[in-house]
């Protein structure tokens, strides 16, 4: 069973930056695409980032395009969102999600595991 740990969310000032961490372990990570996604109290989940299980593939949502930028690192069984230039609209839970695809989805009805979450919170 894959298990998934977000961690690295935290209060931040708006401008600043967070990387949040999503452990992977249960599984091979390498044949899982990534996701991130986020969730702001009063609103639906949405669509952040995804990685193909290799890397070469990215995709972000339009808001976050150019701010943020997510990774993974294989051999280390581990995903990651880098989240520059924060704005407080960004506050949310955020968490990691993993699909046995070679591309990822923007679509949260298609990964099949999701970590607990982690909060963001960005103060104006």
């Known amino acids: 069973q894959v298990q998934l740990v977000e961690s690295g969310g935290g209060l931040v000032q708006a401008g600043g930056s967070l990387r949040l961490s999503c452990a992977f372990s249960?599984?091979?990570?390498?044949?899982?695409?990534m996701g991130w996604f986020r969730q702001a109290p009063g609103k639906e989940r949405e669509f952040v980032a995804t990685i193909s299980r290799s890397g070469a593939n990215v995709d972000y949502a339009d808001s976050v395009k150019g701010r943020f930028t997510i990774s993974r690192e294989n051999a280390k069984n581990t995903a990651f969102l880098q989240l520059n230039s924060l704005k407080p609209e960004d506050t949310a839970v955020y968490y990691c999600a993993a699909v046995e695809l070679g591309l990822g989805t923007r679509w949260a009805n298609r990964y099949n595991y999701w970590g607990q979450g982690t909060q963001v919170t960005v103060s104006s």
């Open positions: 249960g599984r091979t990570f390498s044949t899982y695409a």
